[in-house]
């Protein structure tokens, strides 16, 4: 059960005692109220099959005490037995015509059917609340979410979408609970919170099922032994390397969010996100972004729009996360908002309500962010979504598939999977790129910067750091566009990649492994993202991203002199490749210069097709020996 429909029963029994408070129980019979009074003692402890005995017997004494109907009703309830405790409303309904209690009994009806999927029951009892509560703007303003939950799923329960769900096998879902998945880019690991027990406040764990050789999920093992402790860690994310980990720990004092980093296979000691993320009140299920620097997660805080609410933290230049900022509408609504995932390509958000339009309880939505505006989210539909709650959703770099949490029945849960329908495929899907940075000589294992950037528009979509120990690093290409890729490491010569997947879909994971040459007199690179068009030596826009962080690189290395020299494949004269070369290496120089490069650090040679990279006997090898190099001189 919901932590929010315990706080909603709990307000049902406020509103119904209160209808009784200037009054006498309906019953006559002194045993009937015996049973009645004492069945409280065991209720408000949880021991429902208790009190709902002595109900049952408060109601065998008078068949006609309205109240004890109703007290058994929210017992069911509490004991998710819904169809009980609705029996029990119908018949608590027709011994009253106190408006006050026929208010409460439409109130708690219209939520219990609709907990049910008996949406029409739930409409009927929503709009006579509706039109029989004039003064309580709270639960006017909830039964008219109610009412639209109805309505929505009359309209939409019956679409077929493609949905194909199945949970996980045994070997995952073997807890009595197992909840908030996360999945790495690559879709290697699977990580996940694990409750022992099946008792609320049982210890929770997180942990971590990887794939073996045959592409099945193996059995989960602990995340780290720094990781889980004996307090209750909660909700996980992982960046999209697997290098950065932040969750929840709950214990005495609530909850708070903590950061844990990866070198080699070690964690580091989780150390808290500090005062702009946690606060005296509650903070969990957190989302983090690809590469690590923008994290979406829950808060109870003061300053929200009401109930749970999303908010977002960036990490600043320092390493530290930014004050938490609430994501606002329409994303947040009056009700509550909880398990958001950011998908990897940074502008698509999953997440859960039982504020907006839905099939009732918390169902999962998206929303996609248009420049730094989130759109109206989307309900993912059913059979994703039904009456009960859903939460907890994760999507693959590409769109296609997903990972969600669902609860069977009571303190029972399971992991689920399913390929997402076309409809709500993302636009912008995402590919991941990853390899090992070494040392060419050596083959030292590196801890080198890798940065992406979009050649269309010069910006920096994302950048991480390859592990000190191991030398790994993976990187989410969001969309189809033209990339470049930088490596550096300083007393090194960076390293670019071209990445242009601008007309193929991104559908499999690409390896490259980068060797960097220490930035010695005579190391040579190409310099992959300069672009001329076909016989001309006019720079092309898009080669503005590789000259600007060639100017960083030179402005960085001040004493440093370099060649910059053109080269062209085979086709054409001798004279005519010379020229051409030559003028393509004065345009880089040029460009360089303006930037305020002394005229003294860089010379400009023109080679013609004198020094091919490879023979010239097709199309891609020609291409390749059409190139701008840079030489360290000294």
């Known amino acids: 059960m919901s932590h929010y429909f315990k706080l909603l029963l709990i307000g049902c029994l406020v509103i119904h005692a209160t209808a009784h408070a200037q009054e006498v129980l309906s019953t006559k019979s002194k045993k009937a109220k015996e049973y009645y009074l004492a069945s409280d003692n065991f209720r408000v402890r949880g021991q429902l099959d208790q009190a709902i005995d002595l109900l049952k017997q408060a109601i065998d004494k008078d068949p006609k005490f309205e109240e004890a109907y109703f007290r058994l009703a929210l017992s069911y309830r509490s004991a998710n037995n819904l169809k009980a405790a609705s029996e029990m409303l119908e018949k608590g309904l027709t011994l009253t015509t106190f408006p006050a209690k026929v208010k409460t009994y439409h109130y708690t009806l219209s939520e219990c059917y609709l907990r049910q999927g008996k949406y029409e029951l739930a409409l009927k009892s929503a709009n006579q609340f509706i039109n029989d509560e004039k003064f309580d703007k709270v639960k006017l303003a909830q039964m008219k979410v109610w009412k639209s939950q109805c309505e929505f799923a009359l309209a939409n329960v019956g679409q077929p979408l493609g949905y194909q769900i199945k949970p996980l096998s045994d070997t995952v879902n073997a807890f009595p609970m197992q909840y908030f998945p996360t999945i790495t880019a690559d879709e290697k690991e699977l990580i996940f919170t694990i409750r022992m027990g099946s008792d609320h406040n049982a210890n929770?764990?997180?942990?971590?099922?990887?794939?073996?050789?045959?592409?099945?999920?193996?059995?989960?093992?602990?995340?780290?032994?720094?990781?889980?402790?004996?307090?209750?860690?909660?909700?996980?994310?992982?960046?999209?390397?697997?290098?950065?980990?932040?969750?929840?720990?709950c214990g005495p004092r609530g909850c708070d969010l903590y950061e844990s980093n990866k070198e080699g296979n070690q964690w580091s000691e989780p150390r808290s996100l500090g005062a702009a993320v946690n606060t005296s009140g509650w903070e969990a299920q957190p989302s983090l972004s690809s590469d690590g620097n923008e994290l979406y997660f829950v808060s109870e805080r003061k300053g929200g729009l009401g109930g749970y609410d999303i908010w977002y933290s960036r990490k600043s230049e320092n390493g530290n996360w930014t004050k938490a900022v609430n994501v606002g509408a329409p994303i947040n609504t009056p009700f509550n908002e909880i398990a958001p995932y950011i998908h990897v390509n940074n502008q698509n958000l999953y997440f859960a309500s039982n504020g907006l339009p839905g099939f009732g309880s918390y169902d999962i939505y998206v929303a996609e962010k248009k420049g730094e505006s989130w759109q109206a989210p989307e309900n993912m539909g059913a059979p994703l979504n039904d009456f009960e709650d859903q939460y907890s959703f994760t999507v693959t770099s590409n769109g296609k598939f997903a990972y969600y949490s669902k609860e069977e029945g009571r303190d029972h849960s399971k992991i689920f999977t399913t390929p997402i329908p076309e409809r709500f495929q993302i636009s912008k899907k995402g590919n991941v790129i990853s390899g090992r940075v070494a040392d060419a000589i050596t083959k030292k294992p590196l801890k080198a910067k890798i940065e992406l950037k979009e050649l269309s528009t010069h910006t920096t979509v994302t950048h991480v750091l390859s592990d000190s120990i191991t030398g790994a690093y993976l990187i989410v290409v969001p969309s189809k566009s033209e990339y470049a890729l930088f490596v550096n490491e300083p007393g090194y010569l960076f390293v670019s990649r071209n990445i242009n997947y601008s007309d193929i879909d991104l559908t499999q994971a690409i390896r490259t492994d980068i060797e960097l040459y220490r930035a010695d007199q005579n190391s040579v690179i190409v310099l992959e993202n300069i672009f001329f068009a076909t016989n001309q030596f006019e720079l092309l826009g898009k080669s503005t991203s590789e000259l600007d962080h060639l100017v960083v690189f030179l402005r960085d290395n001040p004493t440093m002199k370099i060649e910059i020299s053109g080269h062209t494949d085979n086709q054409g004269s001798d004279i005519y490749n010379q020229e051409l070369s030559l003028k393509r290496a004065i345009s880089v120089g040029s460009y360089l210069k303006q930037q305020g490069v002394s005229i003294e650090r860089v010379v400009e040679k023109g080679y013609g097709s004198k020094k091919p990279l490879n023979s010239n006997d097709s199309e891609s090898n020609r291409q390749k020996n059409r190139r701008i190099e840079l030489k360290i001189l000294k």
Do not use: M
């Not at 209750?232 to 994310?237: Q, V």
């Open 204 to 249: 929770e764990d997180i942990v971590v099922s990887r794939r073996d050789k045959d592409n099945r999920w193996a059995k989960p093992v602990s995340l780290s032994e720094r990781i889980n402790s004996n307090f209750r860690e909660g909700a996980s994310t992982i960046s999209a390397d697997g290098r950065t980990l932040i969750f929840t720990i």
